[in-house]
């Protein structure tokens, strides 16, 4: 899990514009191929209101296993709310109404019969802020396996710790302290903490809000090589502010704009040709 701090993944120029570029009021339908083959999520016509503003507008795309989707797009620009949807996170603000259809390999998630704590042990989620339970190290990691009845004795529960802590590349770092608070840790250790907490009930996605952006450049190459790791197993989906971020660690990108899903494609291509004005924009810095 070592990694040597290298410089920064360049962001190429985009080329110089040309009429393929489409301009900013061709906002009808998102720019490039919303699906993906053997999709784990899809996404038609999503819609998120709270209250009056309207946060998330006709949003389509799927979500491909074993690849990592990034979201990008300035702030308030509705990433973070359509993240929140897939695991129905906002079903716990009062004012939002999510609209249109969101499925998990194929079930409506929003489906009378569906159990919402089943759900979000299936679609884990890793926050901005380290938010460790004030449990131990090993409390931390067992609590949901105890919960959801994956183990069943300790020498099983024992396993399933020792084998999340150690996929996200903390265990030779705890593996003598595993009794003391999940609080006690540095705030990288923190973070992947975390990632083992929500691996350890095996999901099949892993939602991530900004999850590098309060920790410092050695423990985000951490995070980052882990989701490499990750991917493996999982699809990842995270939002960032980093185009830097974006690039390194994401096979594709979702550019997002006042609540349009603006473009969508592969990230090599979206950083360095891409379609819509909007994105172009975005990427060379001229706004957000």
């Not at 006690?184 to 250790?189: A, I, V, Y």
Request: charged share 25%.
């Amino acid at each position: 899990m070592e990694r040597v701090q290298t410089e920064p993944v360049a962001i190429p120029k985009p080329a110089a514009r040309t009429s393929q570029v489409l301009l900013v009021t061709d906002r009808d339908k998102t720019v490039g191929t919303i699906t993906v083959p053997d999709p784990v999520f899809k996404c038609r016509d999503v819609n998120v209101h709270y209250g009056d503003k309207h946060a998330i507008k006709n949003v389509s795309i799927e979500i491909a296993r074993n690849q990592v989707l990034a979201m990008i797009g300035p702030s308030g620009c509705g990433k973070s709310t359509f993240l929140r949807c897939l695991n129905r996170m906002n079903d716990t603000i009062p004012s939002a109404v999510v609209t249109g259809s969101i499925t998990l390999d194929d079930q409506d998630i929003h489906d009378k019969r569906q159990d919402v704590v089943q759900l979000r042990a299936r679609v884990g989620m890793v926050f901005q802020k380290p938010n460790p339970f004030p449990k131990s190290i090993y409390e931390n990691v067992a609590y949901g396996p105890r919960i959801h009845g994956l183990a069943g004795d300790r020498v099983e529960l024992d396993e399933i710790v020792h084998t999340s802590l150690q996929r996200a590349g903390l265990w030779e770092e705890v593996k003598d302290r595993l009794n003391q608070p999940g609080t006690s840790l540095s705030g990288g250790q923190q973070q992947r903490l975390c990632i083992a907490r929500t691996i350890a009930v095996n999901p099949e996605v892993i939602l991530m809000d900004e999850p590098c952006s309060a920790l410092d450049p050695i423990a985000t190459a951490r995070i980052e090589d882990l989701m490499e790791e990750l991917r493996q197993s999982y699809a990842i989906c995270i939002v960032t502010h980093s185009m830097q971020q974006a690039a390194r660690v994401s096979q594709r990108t979702a550019y997002f704009h006042l609540g349009d899903l603006i473009e969508v494609g592969e990230t090599d291509r979206i950083f360095t040709n891409p379609r819509h004005k909007l994105t172009e924009d975005y990427i060379t810095g001229r706004f957000g």
